[in-house]
C-alpha cells in the first residue's frame, strides 16, 4: 500500500482519476502547506476526504516520544513497515525550529562510539519515510506556535549511502514546505560520491561531515569508512563542493575524552580548516554515552579549551549544545532502549 507522503504530484493525479483537475492543488496544499490529514481538508468533498485517509495511510507509527529542555527538544520514535525502528528529533530554539532526521534504519558505516552505529544497517528508508518525519514534527511545532525552519540530516543513517531518497525529499522540502535550501544541511560520515553527487544537483544546501579525527591513523579507528576515503582526498572534496556551490562546510567532531581531544588534534583540525579558509567551520559535539562504547566524552571544560586552541590556531569552532541526553538524544539511543521485533503488517 502506497502511504500518505510517497506520492508525487503525477502519482496523486493517479489516484485522483475521475476528480475535478483543481482537486490536485487542494489535496497537495492540503498536505504540504496546511500540514492537514485529508480528512480535515475541508475543500475536498467529504467522501474523498474519507477515500483518500483510507488509501493514504501514515508510514510511521508511534512507539514513544521523549520531552526534554522544558518542552523544547522532543524526540520521537517510530515503527516502519516490517518492524524497523528509526528517530526524529524537533528541536527548538528562540531564533529557529530544527528537525534532525533519519534517512536508515540503523547504519552500515560501523563509527563505535554511535549508538546507531552499534545497532547495524536494517534498510534505507522511502521518500515519503523521510519526508513524513519533517510532517509530523512540523505538525507538533504548529501546535506549539513555532514553525520548522531548518532540516539537518543528522539522525539515524548515513545519507549519501540512501541519497536517491534524501535528494527527493530534500526537493519537497524546499519546493512544496518552503524551506530555503540554504536551511537544509545534508551530513556525511566521507562518503566522496555522495559529495560529488551532491555538488552536481540543483539546490545549495549544506554539507556536514562527520570528521571527529584529523589524521588518517585515528579516523581509521574512528570512522573506518576513512579507509576507503582518507583524509586528503575527503578535503579535496569538500573544497569543489564548495567552489560550485559556496556554502559552508561544517565538520561535526564529537569530543571524546583521551582521544580526539588534546591539543594536538586541536592543531591538526584547523590546519584541515585553513584549507577551507573561510569557510570551514568546526561544531565541537560533547560525546552522549552509549552503553556500547567504554570510552566518555570530554569534559565541559575541556570542550572550551580545544574550542579556545581552535581559534588560537586561526579555525572558526562553535560548541554545539548537548540537547535531550537525559532523553537519550543522541542518534540510536532511544531506538536501542526498545525492544524490536520484526513483523510483516498485513
Known sequence: MTTRYELTRDGLTELLDGEPRYRLDQLWEGL??????????????KSLRARLDAELPLALQPVTESVSDRGDTVKFLWELDGGSRVETVL??????????????????????????????????LTVGEIVEQVVRAAQRARRLDRRVSNIVFMGMGEPMANLDAVWAATERFHGDLGLSARHITISTVGVIPGIRSLKDRSLPVNLAVSLHAANDTLRDDLVPINRRYPIDDLMA?????????????????????????????????????????????????PLNPTPGYPTTGSSPKRVEEFRDLLDSFGANATVRRNRGTDIDAACGQLAAGQPV??????
Open 32 to 45: 504540504y502547506t496546511h500540514l492537514a490529514d485529508p480528512v480535515d481538508i475541508t475543500n475536498l468533498p
Open 91 to 124: 528541536m527548538l530554539y528562540s531564533d529557529r525550529a530544527t528537525v534532525c532526521v533519519s534517512s536508515q534504519a540503523g547504519c552500515a558505516m560501523g563509527c563505535g562510539f554511535c549508538a546507531t552505529g552499534q545497532a547495524g544497517f536494517t534498510r534505507h
Open 237 to 285: 572534496a569538500c573544497a569543489d563542493y564548495l567552489q560550485v556551490k559556496h556554502r559552508r562546510v561544517s565538520f561535526e567532531w564529537a569530543m571524546i575524552e583521551g582521544v580526539n581531544d588534546r591539543d594536538s588534534d586541536a592543531r591538526e583540525l584547523a590546519a584541515l580548516c585553513r584549507r577551507l579558509s573561510p569557510h570551514g567551520h568546526v561544531n565541537l559535539i
Open 341 to 346: 521485533v520484526l513483523t510483516r503488517r498485513r
